[in-house]
């Protein structure tokens, strides 16, 4: 079992950067595939990355490929997601979640375990 909890979430202007942080606890942590999501107020959850365990794969949706990446460091429990180009459409709660399946898992019910999320909000 893992429990996940977001970082950095906030206010930015459009064109700005953001990076968002999630850490885990627990020795499991490298073990996981993570990946983030995010939910806009009145949309469902989308698939926004997703990583390897080791880190040397990633996954993008192609709302955010060539703006966003995704990173980790298992030393420290912790997957970044560094935001670049933001547009106010990026306007969201965003959660960091954790499968053993795969690393191009992009449904919500294939993830076992979610932080509570972050609200990221880009406008001017």
């Known amino acids: 079992q893992v429990q996940l909890v977001e970082f950095g979430g906030g206010l930015v202007q459009p064109g700005g950067s953001l990076r968002l942080s999630c850490v885990g606890s627990?020795?499991?942590?490298?073990?996981?595939?993570m990946g983030w999501f995010r939910q806009a107020p009145g949309k469902e959850r989308e698939f926004v990355a997703a990583?390897?365990?080791?880190?040397?794969?990633?996954y993008y949706a192609d709302s955010v490929k060539g703006r966003f990446t995704i990173s980790r460091d298992n030393a420290k429990n912790t997957v970044y997601l560094q935001m670049n180009s933001l547009k106010p459409e990026d306007t969201a709660v965003y959660y960091c979640?954790?499968?053993?399946?795969?690393?191009?898992?992009?449904?919500?019910?294939?993830?076992?375990?979610w932080g509570q999320g972050t609200q990221v909000t880009v406008s001017s």
């Open positions: 990583i390897t365990r080791s880190g040397g794969l990633t």
């Open positions: 979640a954790a499968n053993r399946q795969s690393y191009t898992a992009t449904i919500e019910s294939q993830y076992d375990y």
């Open positions: 627990g020795r499991t942590f490298s073990t996981y595939f």
